[in-house]
């Protein structure tokens, strides 16, 4: 699934298996008017923990929404290529994407969900549609694919050096890593694909990305040979979207994810992130991927 650049007011909606459809401002399917694409909603829950005071207050989450258009379709051609590119589905997501002026092009994630032949008032030889998409996920995501490459904490990066003779000599592990900041330019929390990469040589039994400006880490008791990733999916789980979360080299880890078992995400703005492992490697390392998430 590959989206086009697009230009100001125009949309495009494509699944992986299908090769999409362009609409808008120079094409031959008109949009009347558009509703839902940057409307934001709160709706209330419950917390199944009460407060000190005995109270439950509400849980205020963001609800899904639609996203509506009215369309105008240029002759019976391109009416049915729409028909068979835009097709209602119950189970299998895909990417709309829009870009209007001052703005840079987003996505969201979601599916056709309804579709309307009215089929009368005709005028210059345009078919009237109305298109529904159900945006399960609010989230609006930047188009650029952020990454970033953290290398193996190592002591020798932080800390005082006391000018102190100690009786016995430490030696600091090597590895040469620091902290990597790691930016969310949206408002919203992102929750990014982890890989860890075996080493190249020594062992790691276990590994440990921890976000120092949440608070909120990512631990997995399980060991990584030399040629295998160790894959996390947190928008998987954070979406519920039934792909493999914890993976390693074809396999589920699930099993290993280290209780309490929090989705690692990036909050807005900068994160600061830190790599740790059980073993005597010093070449492992864990690859970011994320994209500025909003609402």
Known sequence: ?????????????????????LFGIDTEIDVVSAEGIEEIKIRSGTRTLPRDDGSVPGLHLVASKDVIFDL????????????????????QEGEFHWKFPGQTQKFMRGRVFARSDKRTGFTNSKIPMTLVFEIADPRIYGLINESETINIFSPQAEGIDFEIDFEVDFTL???GGFDVVHTNEGNADAYPLVRFFGPGSGTCTAV??????????????????????LTCDMDARKRGSGTRIID??????????????????FQPGDNVIRLEITGTSIDVVAVTNWRATSY
């Open 1 to 21: 699934m590959t989206a086009p650049t697009l230009l100001d007011y125009q949309f495009w909606f494509g699944e992986a298996t299908e090769p999409g459809k």
């Open 72 to 91: 105008d379709i240029l002759g019976d051609t391109e009416y049915y290529s729409f028909l068979d590119a835009l097709v209602p589905k119950k189970d």
């Open 208 to 229: 440990k990305l921890i976000n120092r400006t949440t608070g909120v880490d990512l631990e997995l008791n399980t060991a990584i040979l030399t040629g295998q990733i």
């Open 248 to 265: 390693l080299s074809g396999a589920s880890r699930y099993g290993d994810w280290v209780l309490p078992r929090d989705t690692f995400y």
């Open 173 to 175: 592990v090597g590895g």
